[in-house]
């Protein structure tokens, strides 16, 4: 079971962008796509049987999942996440400080 999956509220906690808030777009492996963060400038060619003009874009890259922890509204602050097997036998993501389920 993954720790951090797509539409969670994440917070960076290393790099460029620490301290910055944002929802993750793609689980790409061990790296995440969050909107907002970790935007760099990519020189495109203009492309006129898709329509799109050339210049200087803004995009997001993908960031290592090392580098974000999950957002814990309640707390207000970045928490870790653990897994627990509930009594039916599922198994869901908790907040490691409050023991809080994130998966309802």
Do not use: C
């Not at 460029?16 to 760099?40: A, E, H, M, P, T």
């Not at 060619?45 to 999942?65: D, F, L, Y």
């Amino acid at each position: 079971m993954r720790k951090i999956k797509k539409n969670d509220d994440v917070i960076v906690i290393a790099g460029k962008d620490k301290g910055n808030r944002g929802n993750v777009l793609r689980v790409l492996g061990d790296r995440l796509l969050v909107s907002g963060i970790n935007k760099v400038k990519k020189h495109q060619k203009p492309n006129p049987v898709k329509g799109t003009t050339g210049g200087i874009v803004a995009i997001e890259m993908s960031i290592h999942a090392s580098n974000v922890a999950i957002y814990n509204g309640s707390a207000k602050k970045a928490d870790r996440v653990g897994i627990k097997t509930l009594e039916d036998g599922r198994k869901v993501r908790i907040f490691r400080s409050s023991g809080e389920v994130i998966d309802a």
